[in-house]
Structure formats: C-alpha cells, structure tokens
C-alpha cells in the first residue's frame, strides 16, 4: 500500500508540473483571446471587447481630448458626497438617469471616497455603450436594521432592462454582510449547527435582470450579504478579472449565479466565499468558463440545483477550463432534484487541479436539503458530460468520484480521461461511486473506477415531451 501510493506521488507530481507547463502555454491563448488590458483610459471603448458583441456601427466619434470631461458623469457632481456616512443614493440615481440619456456615457465613482447607498433599481433602457467606472468604493446601509423599512431585503442594487453596460474599474464594493450572516435564520446561529426562526431575507449584491451585452472586470467585492453576482434573463455576459473574497462560513454567499442566461464568459478571477464559487440555474447555455480560482473554501462550482418542485431545467453547452478549486466542499458539480423535468448536457470540464477537495467530481441526482425527499420517477436528465485532466488532490471524507444518477433515467455519455486524485492525507479511497452511471474511460483514472456501465443503458431513453428541451 505504502510503495503504492510513493509511486502514484511521484506520478502525481510528474503530472502537477505538466499540468503547470499547460497552464503556462495558454497564458499566450487566453492573452491573445482578451485583446490586450484595458485601462481606466479610453473606457468608452471598453465594452466592444466581448469576442461575441461585434461592435454596433460606429456613429459618433470619440471625442477629443480638450473636450475630455464630456459625457463623464462623476457622482459628486449630482449630490453624493462620498464620506462612508452620508446616503448617496439620490446623488447616484441623479447620475445614472442623466448619463442614461447620452451615448458611451461614464459614471465616475472617484477613488478616495466611500459612498453609502440604499436598495436601488437603475432601470434602463439607457444609450448604448454605458460605462459605471467605478475606482472608489460603494456600499450599502449597514445590516437590517439601518436598511430602510420599506427597501427590499432581498437586493441592493439591481441593474435592470439595460443593453450595453460595463461595470469596471478598480474600486471595491463592500457588502457589510456580517449583519446579514448573524440573523438567527441562518444556518450556524442555532444550537449545534441547528437554525431558529425569524427574519431571513438577506439582500443579493449585485443583480442584472433582462439585460445584455454586460461586462463587469476589475471590481473586487466583499463580504456580500448573500449572492454577490446573480444574472437572471440575461445574454452576453463577459466577466473578467473579478476578485470576490466572503469568509468561508458566511452563507449563501455565492460568487456568481446565473439563470436563464446565455453566452456567458467568466475569465481570470479569483472567488474565495462560503457557497457555489459559480452556480449555473435553469435555462442557461453557452457557458465558458477559464482561469478561476474558487477556494480556499467554498462549494465548487455547481451546474444546479435544478429540477427543484418537479420544474422543468434545459442547461447545455458548458465549459469550465483550466481552472483552480482549493480547500472546497466540492470541485465540480451537477446537482438535481428528484422529479424535475429537462435535461443537462453538453457539459466539459477540463484541466482543473484540485487542492484538498471533497468530491471533487460529482453527478447527483438525489439532491435534497431534508434528507427525507420522497422518491419520484423523473429527473432532469444528464448526458454528455466530459471530464478530463482533473488533477490534485481530495479530502477523504467522500470519494473523489461520485456519480450518482436517477433510477430511471440514467446519466448517459459520461467520459473520463486523465482523472489523477490522491488524497491530501490518509488512505487511498479505492471505490468512486457510481449509480445507475453510463459513460466510458479513455485512459485509466486515479483512483481506478470500474463502477461506470459502458455503453448506453437497456432500455434506451428516448427524450420524450417532459424531457424535451429546444436545442439553442
Ligand atoms: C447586443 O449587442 C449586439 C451587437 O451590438 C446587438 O446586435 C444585440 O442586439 C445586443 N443585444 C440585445 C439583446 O440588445
Ligand atoms: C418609504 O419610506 C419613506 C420614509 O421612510 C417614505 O417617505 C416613503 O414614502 C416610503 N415609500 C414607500 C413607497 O412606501
Ligand atoms: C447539542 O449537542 C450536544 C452533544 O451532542 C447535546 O448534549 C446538546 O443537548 C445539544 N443541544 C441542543 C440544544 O440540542
Ligand atoms: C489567471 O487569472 C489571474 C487572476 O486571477 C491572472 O493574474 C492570471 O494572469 C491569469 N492567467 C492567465 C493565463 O490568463
Ligand atoms: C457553445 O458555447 C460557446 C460559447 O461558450 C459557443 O462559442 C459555441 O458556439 C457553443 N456551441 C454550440 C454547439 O452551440
Ligand atoms: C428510494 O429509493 C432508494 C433506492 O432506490 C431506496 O433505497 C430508498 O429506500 C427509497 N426511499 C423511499 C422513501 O422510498
Ligand atoms: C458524448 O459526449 C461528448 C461530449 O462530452 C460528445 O462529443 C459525443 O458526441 C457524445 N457521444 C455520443 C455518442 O453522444
């Protein structure tokens, strides 16, 4: 057993330094791919460099230097005041419906200054080209009690109905969240881990809600009260260069969550939170994901939950690659609930390294919060998920594969190929899971599974109307 796992460590670490070779060739891909860096200068440019946003005809020309402050909106100029104590939220409202009316507009959030805002809604739609530049650092009321009584609890600022909007900059958005984790709703507050009752509604940070063609890079966030990011009916998304940090116990706090949303890209950002690093919900597609970090600590990043109250969940083409997952309660997800309707598929999950991860690599059909779920026939089904190069190391508390699928409908097409998962300390677990679990190996794994059943299931499963999804 010992000169079995020396060598299988030597193995490991022959393939970690291949690994880090790899990493380093698509440093010259992933460059290449985001046409340069682009500063705080020439920002009104800044949202034409999504690959998938071909720029709109080019109408009005930039505009010269003498006339440089011109469609600059800076926040002070409409009221807001910036000293971490006074409610800016009107100065902010001013600013955004004036530079809504103007094309390639700058909201300028200036650094040095700290502005407290209340719950908004900046509602579009607005001129195309729309820039929140935002270098300073913004914030919401502190907790529920200083929130305002008739202000949603559920979010803090939403941006709504808005094609062409950048949110970038240097600046920080602190969500104060500690208020928020405290309430005694939440999970950790009851005796033994238990929760008590009362008030739960913690707000989501940032919301984007029917809009497109949206880029957030460079932002850092903090301690989110609940979500930091949710997309929802959203297309076009590009996220890059986003640092959000929450500690490892606050809840709820997922990094980015999207729903009915498309073509999205999440690139070279650094998530460290409490729940899902990214969590991808019902009716998103056309999902790419490259260099993130999530961890240490956190969920993993999660395809789900989906299905939940036997509703119907289409999620296809996503990939998530070269990539890192530290210290987490998972690496790579799909979760489903018992008696949904729809399909995942189309799922790649490539050149990720896993550092001290439990179930690193996970299908489950049977996701349920109250242990005590009722058992039903349908499920979202899954097929076509790929996993290759999954390289590190799991905590073996689970087993670093777990692939359990509905009884009666299968998970189909599932391949493995470079799969090599030691433990972080103890004892090789020698048996990955799997149920009811369809798909082949093309190289051997670490550890090796011979759990998957080859080929398709008996009796093939036909995608009849409940389990139809429109292909995008
Ligand atoms: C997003 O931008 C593209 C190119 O500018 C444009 O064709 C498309 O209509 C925009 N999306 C929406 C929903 O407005
Ligand atoms: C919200 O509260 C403020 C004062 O707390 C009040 O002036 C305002 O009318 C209220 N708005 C609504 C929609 O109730
Ligand atoms: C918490 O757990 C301990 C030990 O398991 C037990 O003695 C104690 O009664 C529990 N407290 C409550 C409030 O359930
Ligand atoms: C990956 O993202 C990090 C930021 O999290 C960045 O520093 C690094 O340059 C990126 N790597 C590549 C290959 O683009
Ligand atoms: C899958 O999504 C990517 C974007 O992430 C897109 O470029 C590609 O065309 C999509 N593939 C299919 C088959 O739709
Ligand atoms: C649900 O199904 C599983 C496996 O098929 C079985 O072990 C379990 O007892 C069932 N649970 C209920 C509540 O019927
Ligand atoms: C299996 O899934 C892969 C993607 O992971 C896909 O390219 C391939 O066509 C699928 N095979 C079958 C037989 O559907």
Excluded at 47 to 57: A, E, F, R
Excluded at 226 to 246: G, M, P
Excluded at 367 to 395: F, H, M, P, Q
Aim: glycine share 10%; net charge negative; hydrophobic share 30%.
């Amino acid at each position: 057993m010992a000169s079995l796992s020396s060598t299988l460590l030597v193995t490991f670490y022959l393939t970690f330094t291949l690994l880090l070779l790899l990493l380093c060739s698509h440093v010259v891909t992933a460059r290449y791919h985001h046409h340069g860096h682009r500063g705080h200068h020439n920002n009104k440019k800044q949202h034409k460099h999504n690959s998938h946003i071909s720029d709109p005809p080019s109408i009005s020309p930039e505009p010269s230097p003498s006339t440089g402050d011109e469609g600059v909106y800076d926040v002070r100029s409409f009221g807001a005041v910036g000293d971490g104590v006074t409610d800016d939220t009107e100065g902010f409202k001013a600013a955004w419906d004036a530079a809504c009316q103007v094309e390639s507009a700058v909201i300028h959030v200036p650094v040095g200054y700290t502005f407290m805002i209340q719950s908004t809604i900046f509602t579009g739609p607005c001129q195309s080209g729309l820039v929140f530049q935002l270098e300073g650092t913004i914030m919401p009321p502190d907790g529920p009690e200083s929130w305002g009584s008739n202000k949603s609890k559920r979010q803090w600022l939403v941006f709504y109905r808005i094609n062409e909007l950048s949110l970038q900059g240097g600046g920080v958005i602190d969500g104060r969240g500690q208020e928020w984790w405290n309430l005694p709703c939440k999970p950790h507050k009851g005796p033994n881990g238990s929760t008590l009752p009362g008030p739960c509604d913690s707000p989501i940070a940032i919301r984007f809600f029917m809009s497109s063609n949206l880029t957030v890079q460079g932002i850092k966030m903090k301690n989110s009260p609940q979500f930091n990011f949710r997309f929802d009916n959203c297309k076009n998304v590009h996220i890059e260069s986003l640092h959000v940090t929450a500690p490892i116990w606050s809840p709820n706090t997922d990094g980015i969550h999207i729903e009915q949303t498309s073509n999205v890209e999440i690139y070279d950002s650094l998530i460290s939170n409490g729940d899902d690093c990214v969590s991808i919900g019902a009716g998103c597609y056309d999902v790419d994901i490259r260099n993130l970090t999530c961890g240490p600590g956190g969920h993993g990043i999660s395809i789900g939950s989906l299905g939940n109250h036997n509703s119907r969940a289409c999620v296809s083409n996503i990939t998530v690659r070269d990539s890192v997952i530290k210290q987490s309660d998972n690496g790579v997800r799909i979760k489903t609930w018992q008696g949904g309707f729809g399909a995942v598929s189309g799922v790649s999950f490539l050149n990720i390294h896993m550092d001290n991860v439990r179930n690193p690599i996970i299908i489950d059909q049977f996701y349920c919060l109250s242990k005590d779920c009722s058992n039903r026939t349908s499920a979202v089904s899954v097929s076509d998920i790929e996993y290759s190069s999954i390289k590190g190391t799991y905590d073996i508390r689970s087993p670093p594969m777990h692939f359990a699928c509905s009884d009666t409908i299968p998970c189909t097409n599932i391949t493995l190929s470079d799969i090599e998962l030691l433990p972080a300390k103890g004892e090789l677990v020698l048996d990955p899971f799997c149920w009811n679990a369809y798909g082949g190996q093309e190289t051997l794994t670490i550890p090796p599974i011979f759990c998957l059943l080859e080929g398709n299931p008996p009796s093939v499963f036909e995608n009849n109307d409940l389990g139809y999804c429109s292909s995008s």
